[in-house]
């Protein structure tokens, strides 16, 4: 028998191959799936053995049908529902909201019909420009917190700016504050010798999903790209920026442009739900005490609509792909993108193809240079199909633009950590601020207008005189788009 399987080991892997793609084949068929999606799978793992297995275990399945993590019973329903009924608007509020959004009320009552996210009135928000500001008010807040800290990130290192904030919460701890800190095991890296002075210094830390070989696994497409930081309940942090001396601008690496939020106000209760509920995953810690995560705030003078959008396969929609789309084609007047990553899907595209063709001034800015070559070439081969819809499609050239952001109508804006890109929508954990105010969205569309004086725009005929060899490699790192 040995001898047998010695001599013919090839055949029986070929076989054992196709009896798995055969199961698989009928579970795609069976999950009546888009039909070009369907052949696609099918076609890899009828003509592409091994491979194909590869390509669809990564990518092929259904992420929220799958229910591979869900909030549901992770926190307190009871505590939840009071959460809830204390952030309800009363009637003379919504009146209000109704009057001022118009046709934009539309969004609030998809991400609420979505995920029950409450629409917030009693905020504030300061917009945050690059990482020197963000880390100078972060360590200004965590110095004077009296009782909790929370951090959720993808990306923090222990360099220099790393490192002086995990000794200032190892400070903080020690102190007598709670410190509880989440970070994706596959983005972070922090050494055994800064973990071990966290453990002593009683900060409570989690990886997000460990790995031991993260470019070998498929837990590496369920990564937490959240970045969002909770003080005592009544200041919140979200936005594209980590925690690494990438993001600082006077160390003579690369400009790295972003865009981050500072909030103050009721919106922080939903930015704590979601942390506590990736906290409850990580950690299995049991908390039965959450008024203190909870605070009665008080009213403030500014008004600032939020509503806190988090998407990935803990949620049963796709929140912020569903969100953007609908702001797109129902836009107005203009619709101003910014993102780092374009690799967008058919219905995204054909949103922005929409709102353009209909008279919508559709702008679109993108780095000239990624950190990513495949990303590159991939978000090229997209820009045809936008210039046929005559969008207006900037690169970036000062540094890299790293900031998640889109503004619509002098009225809605939305900052956060997703990227325009597969991953984003549909695999990563996300976390979006959606804005609803006159004020925050004409200074993020002025954000978006100086950074047009520091791009070029890309010309559709300079375009279209690429080489087929250029065109070859757009169109090859376009193939893998669900993998960058």
């Known amino acids: 028998m040995l001898e047998y399987v010695k001599d013919n080991w090839w055949s029986i892997l070929i076989i054992f191959n196709y009896l798995i793609a055969a199961s698989a084949v009928i579970t795609i068929i069976l999950k009546n799936l888009n039909p070009t999606k369907t052949l696609s799978y099918i076609v890899v793992l009828v003509f592409f053995p091994f491979l194909g297995l590869i390509v669809y275990y990564l990518f092929g399945q259904e992420y929220r049908k799958n229910k591979i993590f869900s909030k549901k019973g992770l ?107 989440s970070y994706d095991d596959v983005g972070s890296k922090i050494s055994k010798k800064m973990k071990l002075k ?50 600082v601008n006077d160390n003579g690496t690369r400009y790295w442009r972003d865009t981050h939020l500072r909030i103050v106000g009721d919106a922080v209760k939903s930015l704590q739900i979601h942390f506590l509920s990736t906290w409850k995953f990580v950690s299995k810690e049991t908390i039965t005490q959450f008024k203190p995560f909870f605070p009665k705030l008080k009213t403030l003078n500014t008004k ?33 993108i910014t993102t780092p990553y374009f690799v967008p899907n058919d219905e995204m595209i054909s949103a922005i193809q929409i709102a353009a063709k209909s008279g919508v001034d559709v702008r679109l800015i993108i780095p ?25 499609v900037y690169k970036y050239y000062k540094g890299f633009v790293h900031a998640k952001t889109i503004v619509v109508d002098d009225i809605f804006a939305m900052v956060g950590t997703s990227n325009m890109d597969y991953r984003s929508f549909n695999i990563n954990f996300e976390i979006n601020s959606v804005i609803y105010n006159v004020e925050k969205s004409k200074q993020l569309k002025a954000h978006f207008l100086e950074d047009l004086k520091h791009s070029n725009a890309v010309d559709y005929n300079t375009y279209a005189k690429q080489s087929k060899f250029e065109k070859l490699k757009e169109s090859y790192c376009r193939l893998w788009s669900p993998l960058i």
């Open 75 to 181: 926190l307190n329903k009871t505590v939840i529902k009071s959460i809830h009924k204390e952030l309800e608007l009363s009637s003379d509020e919504l009146n209000d909201v109704n009057n001022y959004l118009d046709e934009k009320v539309k969004l609030v009552r998809l991400l609420y019909s979505n995920e029950n996210e409450l629409l917030t009135l009693n905020n504030d928000v300061d917009i945050i420009i690059n990482g020197n500001d963000k880390f100078e008010k972060l360590l200004a807040d965590i110095k004077q917190a009296k009782h909790h800290v929370h951090l959720e990130y993808y990306i923090i290192k222990d360099d220099t700016i790393g490192s002086q904030l995990l000794n200032l919460l190892c400070d903080r701890a020690k102190e007598g504050v709670t410190v509880r800190l």
């Open 368 to 392: 000239e240079k990624s950190d990513s070559w495949m990303v590159k070439h991939a978000s090229n081969s997209f820009l045809e199909a936008l210039f046929k819809a005559t969008v207006k």
């Open 304 to 336: 600032i609509g939020l509503q806190i959008a988090g998407s990935g396969p803990d949620t049963d929609w796709a929140n912020i792909m569903e969100l953007s789309i609908t702001a797109i084609i129902t836009a107005k007047s203009y619709v101003y």
């Open 198 to 247: 966290l453990s002593n210094a009683g900060v409570h830390h989690y990886p997000f999903m460990p790995v031991f070989f993260s470019t070998l696994t498929g837990k590496m497409n369920y990564r937490n790209h959240r970045k969002i930081v909770i003080i005592d309940g009544k200041i919140g942090y979200v936005g594209g920026i980590n925690i690494s001396d990438v993001y």
